[in-house]
Nanobody
């Protein structure tokens, strides 16, 4: 069992930055690929970024490329999402997901989820 806790959300203005964190408790964090997803009101949860469990290869949605960076610190059981040049359309609840020995780029690839953290970007 893996328990995920996100933090770092908040209210920012367009153009500003935020860094989200997701800390995992439970064994074998290194065996889990980690992903960030987001969900806006009335919309389905969508993929944002992911990092693999074995090579730390990274993957991004087109909307995140060039602005967001995902990274992980296995010593701290934590995955980060650095978000720069934020836009109002980035407003959503951001969730991290963990996939055992996979890189979660779809909801079905995540075995565990955090509770989410709200990001609001004002124009």
């Amino acid at each position: 069992q893996v328990h995920l806790v996100e933090s770092g959300g908040g209210l920012v203005q367009a153009g500003e930055s935020l860094r989200l964190s997701c800390t995992a408790s439970g064994p074998a964090f290194r065996s889990y690929g980690m992903g960030w997803f987001r969900q806006s009101p009335g919309k389905e949860r969508e993929f944002v970024a992911a990092i693999s469990w074995i090579s730390s290869s990274t993957y991004y949605a087109d909307s995140a490329k060039g602005r967001f960076t995902i990274s992980r610190d296995n010593g701290k059981n934590t995955v980060y999402l650095q978000m720069n040049s934020l836009k109002p359309e980035d407003t959503a609840v951001y969730y991290c997901g963990a996939g055992y020995r996979t890189t979660p780029r779809t909801e079905s690839q995540s075995d565990y989820w955090g509770q989410g953290t709200q990001v609001t970007v004002s124009s």
